[in-house]
């Protein structure tokens, strides 16, 4: 009887760290404000699921839907003033 033996490389070629790295970290840092906007915006969300909703929901769900839409313009522009090059420096 022969014996079946994988004949390929590892799929991982480095085995996975012990956590995140710093780069990571700060990444996850920086999209926080995203993050949290966007749960405030689905718990909004699943608040009107199972009922019509009135008026006050429909503003908090405004409200959080634009809190999303600032937190990732605002994220945007910070990623791309990081590509820019300061002038006169």
């Not at 490389?9 to 990444?27: F, I, N, R, S, Y």
């Not at 840092?29 to 608040?47: G, H, K, N, R, T």
């Not at 908090?60 to 990623?79: F, H, I, M």
Request: aromatic share 2%; proline share 7%; no cysteine.
């Amino acid at each position: 009887m022969k014996t079946i033996v994988a004949l390929q490389a590892l799929v991982t070629a480095h085995p996975p760290t012990a956590g995140p790295t710093d780069a990571e970290l700060d990444a996850i840092e920086a999209e926080m404000p995203v993050i949290s906007a966007e749960v405030e915006l689905l718990d909004a969300q699943i608040m009107i699921l199972d009922r019509t909703p009135s008026t006050v929901d429909e503003q908090r769900v405004r409200r959080a839907r634009r809190r999303v839409l600032a937190a990732r313009r605002d994220l945007a522009n910070l990623s791309a003033a990081a590509f820019v090059p300061e002038v006169g420096a």
